[in-house]
């Protein structure tokens, strides 16, 4: 062993790298010996809740992962799913929370970077980026910033990789003051026969390094990833990863090259905790034991130590395990690309995970007890904080002045400004771009196949009612994908909280994943790969801390056998504009009653999965037989606003007739009642016979044509005024 | 129409530019690599697609300029043969000097992805002959740095010999160089494409092969490549 200890390995040490006493007396008692500072290193990354998911794999194992069509479910780099023809569809959504707020252009676009990764390790073409993004109370001085350097820095990579980035989402909250939320997608599409693992295989064959050289960026990156902030956050900076977008896409053409022929035996790419987990992952699934020799790494700095090169997060790095007479052929793809490709080690049959360099044995680790002893918690739970019942209600303003403020808020206003950056058409595949359909829509080149994608949350349900919370994104990204007319086929979750050591937090991540779950197998809906980031909390400078809300983000996707049956939003001139599912008129932590009357109070909308799946398979029918020419689901800010929505996006306004209710008038226009569509049709009057017999509530809203929108008051807004609005917040927050 | 298109390292529309190529020929275009030096024999188009080459990291197309493939396009514009060259294709072409000014960063510092409508400014010349000279048509732009720059005495020179091929303006044809919306990378007297003084070498920052298919949005494009075919194969 090194005699060259940079520090001495005891409990303190182990705990600065984010160990607990218990889990350091794990460590003892599995080496037998006091370990060396790389094999803490090691293990102190490996046993980090964003590696391990310590306090979450208890719960993340209730989720349903199968279906007919799931290929591969969770446990893989990514989730796979048949898409006909032979194909399949990979996909997964992952976090970079922590980096973005300490350096948002680069930890955002890292994140598309590592997202990307993790799509093409397995074999796919990349065909689609998508984000969830969470910022700050857009007053907050900070805020302006952290939206800036994010949209910069997704833009900056997908850009150049050549991927387009074709929709998401984006909300503001003072809970995510001090610590954003970017969560990016990326869907990849691979032929069935040609999906790549990363178990390794065959003892004796070589273990490659290919792409970027090493650096000393991103070192303990994923402890960095698992704790709290403290009032120091940003001088953590050299924690954050620099991601080059151009090496990226290199390693997709020369990935994808070596992966048409037969020369792979597993392959992962160096994510979170770099060499470390890929070769631990790599060996530890395979079961069996690699040995590296860290002086063939490719490096960017001198004097490297094994503990670095084993902790750095420099990005755009792949481990390649091959067949030992593919190794020339490899390497000459590698070389007409012009990245590294290193033969670093090879695979044995010891189960042990060794670390050569200089000569020295830096660690030797059993890998068995390395994965099967990781820490697993079952944190105590406490029921979170019920919201304050809703007030009676009076209506301040009417129905048209709300409109105008609904739209015009920074939780509604276009997104425009933002997804202008994003280059939404390169692959010549993209038939909806953003804000033109509720999913967008991807054709799979050379087929008539297309894809629907989409991510949705409604972080302040999940804080008011977290199962109610969790149950409802999965329900509204299956709603999403539905309207568009296609059939919802899996999803990836991105699971973003706070700190699971406290009880109320890990009560609603519980109640969330319960929540996700009754949805998913409603809905034959299965979560097929995903990522829990834990920790999302701001110190104040008084010491207290806040978590962020509870924020199950759920990317989906789901498939049109026949491309060109797709709907968009936009309103068509001349048909009946008709309302699918039950209007109650809730009220309850509606964004009305946030921008309106400044509550957020109430109940969350109910959700019934039975109705959501009747009134979906409905409405997806009639889009497929040509029935529905356009369809918007009515999310927040309720009928009024997504018809607003419809109209702003199409070629027609709309004229809407009074609704005979019974109701008043805002909680009709605005109630989040769920599970509903607005579709425009030709023939309203058949729509309403073919739905009572479906046993779906449907009722005439108006008719479309005209210019502008006219209420049922009679007065006309002019859609050039709606836009205006609209298109407003984002560069009067951002361009002043 | 015998089609090859160049890539570079770090270029990321040559899928596009293809699919566009042979839903006018019929066929797919030959793939030419950045290492090679020589083109396929007899060819009617070499198009220099969109991305990042090299990754841009430098001036624009200022690597790329300079790859081992350049010498073989040098040789093919100077007897003549047809070029085009869309965003970073331009940029390439600009740096080589086959084509003149130069591409800033956009007037507001922010990569720009949006629908533009473009003018053509004459229709003799095989790029824009299924056009009228005149005409409006839709097409996405997806660019950093499309802000068109010359000398004074070259934007002259280009005005007065016919050289510009496309200008930004609105949907019905006005042109207003100052206007954001208009002209929303802010070149100068709002050009979008110019040629070269055979009028066989065009570059241009939007890109036309994105809009060729009515199920991503529209044929506004198609224009330019059925052109091309009827203008270098009869």
């Known amino acids: ?736 | 129409m015998k089609a090859a298109i160049v890539v570079f390292p770090g270029t990321n529309r040559e899928r596009d530019m293809a699919i566009a190529l042979r839903s006018v020929t019929g066929q797919a275009p030959a793939m030419v690599w950045h290492r090679d030096t020589a083109l396929p024999e007899g060819l009617d188009l070499v198009v220099l697609p969109g991305g990042f080459s090299y990754g841009d990291y430098l001036r624009c197309g200022a690597m790329a300029a300079h790859a081992p493939i350049m010498a073989a396009i040098r040789e093919f514009a100077a007897k003549g043969g047809h070029i085009l060259g869309v965003c970073n294709g331009f940029q390439i072409l600009t740096e080589a000097q086959l084509l003149p000014g130069a591409l800033l960063r956009n007037a507001a510092l922010r990569f720009l992805s949006q629908d533009c409508f473009l003018r053509v400014e004459r229709n003799d010349t095989p790029f824009t002959r299924h056009w009228a000279k005149g005409d409006v048509y839709r097409t996405p732009m997806a660019h950093g740095d499309g802000n068109y720059i010359a000398e004074a005495e070259t934007i002259r020179m280009l005005e007065d010999t016919g050289r510009v091929a496309f200008r930004y303006v609105a949907e019905n044809g006005r042109l207003d160089a100052g206007d954001p919306q208009l002209n929303p990378n802010g070149s100068m007297n709002a050009i979008a494409g110019v040629f070269s003084e055979n009028l066989r070498i065009c570059g241009m920052m939007p890109h036309p092969e994105d809009l060729v298919d009515p199920l991503m949005g529209g044929e506004d494009g198609k224009p330019l490549f059925t052109g091309l075919v009827e203008a270098l194969v009869g």
Request: glycine residues 12%.
């Open chain 1, 1 to 736: 062993m090194s005699a060259k200890l940079p520090r001495t390995v005891d409990e303190a040490l182990a705990r600065e790298f984010g160990l607990t006493a218990e889990e350091y007396g794990n460590v003892l008692s599995i080496m037998g010996r006091t370990p060396t500072f790389t094999e803490l290193g090691i293990f102190s990354v490996m046993w980090s809740e964003h590696c391990s998911y310590k306090s979450s794999r208890a719960y993340l194992k209730t989720l349903p992962t199968t279906a007919p069509w799931v290929i591969h479910g969770p446990g893989e780099n990514a989730g796979v799913v048949d898409i006909g023809n032979g194909l399949a569809a990979i996909f997964k959504m992952e976090s970079h929370n922590h980096p973005s707020f300490i350096e948002p252009y680069q930890g955002a676009a890292t994140g598309v970077g590592g997202i990307l990764r993790d799509v093409f390790t397995m074999g796919a073409r990349p065909v689609a980026n998508l984000n969830a993004l969470r910022f700050g109370n857009p007053n907050n001085p900070q805020t302006r910033r952290i939206v800036d350097g994010v949209v910069r820095g997704v833009g900056g990579y997908g850009n150049c990789v050549g991927v387009p980035t074709v929709g998401g989402e984006i909300n503001f909250h003072p809970a995510y003051d001090g610590n954003p939320l970017v969560n990016a997608m990326t869907v990849g599409v691979a032929r069935q026969d040609r999906i790549f693992l990363s178990a390794a295989a065959g003892v004796g064959n070589p273990v490659i390094y290919v792409g970027s050289k090493t650096g000393r960026d991103g070192i303990h990156g994923a402890t960095m990833s698992s704790s709290e902030f403290d009032e120091d956050a940003l001088a953590k900076r050299p924690t954050v990863q620099v991601g080059d977008p151009f090496v990226e896409k290199l390693l997709i053409e020369a990935c994808l090259e070596l992966m048409a022929t037969d020369a792979i035996v597993a392959i992962q790419d160096m994510g979170a905790a770099g060499l470390t987990s890929s070769a631990v992952e790599m060996a530890g699934k395979g079961g069996v034991g690699i040995d590296l020799d860290l002086d063939h790494v490719p490096q960017r700095e001198r004097g490297m130590t094994a503990y670095e090169m084993m902790l750095s997060e420099s990005q755009e790095r792949m481990l390649i395990v091959l067949r030992p007479d593919r190794t020339e052929q490899a390497r000459a793809i590698f070389d007409k690309w012009e990245l590294d490709f290193a033969v670093i080690g090879h695979l044995t049959d010891t189960g042990n995970i060794v670390i050569r360099h200089k000569g020295e044995v830096e660690a030797e680790i059993p890998l068995a007890p390395l994965a099967d002893q990781a820490p697993v918690y079952r944190r105590p739970t406490a029921p979170a904080q019920k919201p304050q019942p809703m007030e009676p209600i009076i209506d301040p303003v009417g129905v048209e002045q709300a409109l105008i403020r609904l739209i015009g808020c920074p939780d509604l206003a276009s997104r425009a400004w933002v997804y202008n950056q994003y280059d939404s058409t390169v692959g010549g595949q993209t038939v909806r771009r953003p804000g033109a359909a509720d999913a967008a829509i991807v054709k799979v080149e050379d087929t008539e196949i297309g894809l629907a994608l989409t991510t949705d949350c409604t972080p302040r349900y999940c804080r008011a009612n977290a199962r109610l919370g969790g149950a409802q994104a999965v329900a509204e990204a299956w709603r999403n994908i539905t309207a568009t007319g296609a059939r919802p086929l899996a999803v990836t979750d991105n699971l973003n909280f706070g700190s699971p050591e406290k009880p109320e937090v890990m009560g609603q991540f519980v109640d969330a994943i319960a929540g996700m779950g009754e949805a998913c197998r409603a809905l034959d809906f299965p979560v097929v790969s995903g990522n829990v980031s834990l920790y999302n909390e701001t110190r104040a400078p008084d010491g207290t801390s806040q978590s962020i809300l509870p924020t199950p983000a759920i990317g989906g996707l789901g498939v049109l056998e026949n491309v060109r049956q797709a709907v968009g939003l936009g309103m068509p001139d001349g048909l009946d504009v008709m309302l699918l599912g039950e209007t109650k008129g809730q009220l309850g932590q509606s964004i009305w009653l946030r921008e309106i009357l400044g509550a957020q109070d109430g109940e969350p909308p109910e959700l019934d999965l039975a109705a959501e799946r009747r009134n979906g398979d409905f409405v997806r029918g009639l889009i497929l037989d040509g029935t529905i020419a356009a369809c918007h689901d009515v999310a927040d800010g309720g009928v009024l606003v997504a018809v607003t929505e419809m109209v702003m996006a199409g070629q027609a306004g709309c004229v809407l007739e009074a609704p005979q209710s019974g109701m008043r008038p805002e909680a009709f226009w605005f109630g989040e009642d769920q599970s509903r569509y607005i579709v425009a049709v030709r023939d309203g009057q058949a729509l309403a016979t073919l739905a009572a017999q479906a046993g779906v509530p449907c009722r005439r809203l108006g008719r479309s044509g005209g210019e502008g929108l006219t209420l049922p008051s009679g007065s006309t807004i002019s859609k050039a005024r709606l836009l205006a609005v609209h298109s407003e917040f984002f560069p009067r927050l951002m361009d002043r």
